[in-house]
């Protein structure tokens, strides 16, 4: 799994797809992670999800923050949110995008701290488990961590 993280509009889905090098990836964002969630709960004893690792398709989860969101705004728990965005950590051929919220002014409403903290909780998380983080400044990418045990090639 690869971590891409960067401020709004720095051009992290255009530099995933450039870096994938392929026709075939499934991009899954906040209008249509319900079935995603679903099915990497219910996925199969291969690992595979949907047969994507059958067909060679890249899988990309774009816009983690705004998936967390609309799972918070569901009423689902931060606990019950991370359980289920952990589960990524696990796929290797995947590419995880998120806006950086964390920085600026600490927001007045409750529910808007809470969010901050948790999209801030579950990347922790995420790029313990990443095999390569690349943090996206002006559509640059700056490599800040990679396992050198993960095998390049398949990207």
């Known amino acids: ?3 891409y993280i960067g401020g709004y509009g720095q051009g992290k889905l255009s530099y995933v797809l450039k870096e994938l090098h392929t026709e075939e990836s499934c991009i899954v964002d906040e209008e249509n992670y319900k079935d995603f969630i679903d099915e990497i709960s219910y996925k199969n004893e291969d690992s595979s999800i ?3 690792n059958k067909s060679k398709a890249t ?3 774009n816009h983690l923050h705004l998936i967390v969101r609309a799972m918070m705004k ?3 728990g931060i606990d019950e949110i991370e359980t289920e965005i952990m589960k990524l950590a696990d796929i290797e051929d995947l590419a995880v995008i998120c806006d950086e919220i964390g920085n600026g002014l600490i927001p007045m409403e409750h529910f ?10 579950i990347l922790q998380k995420l790029a ?4 390569r ?5 002006c ?3 700056m490599v800040i961590k990679h396992d050198r045990t993960y095998d390049d090639k398949t990207w």
């Open 1 to 3: 799994m690869r971590l």
């Open 133 to 137: 983080v690349t943090r996206l400044v």
């Open 59 to 61: 899988l990309v989860v």
């Open 74 to 76: 569901q009423g689902c």
């Open 128 to 131: 313990t488990k990443a095999a």
């Open 50 to 52: 949907s047969g994507m």
């Open 139 to 141: 559509g640059i990418g």
């Open 112 to 121: 808007e701290r809470e969010y901050r903290d948790a999209v801030g909780g």
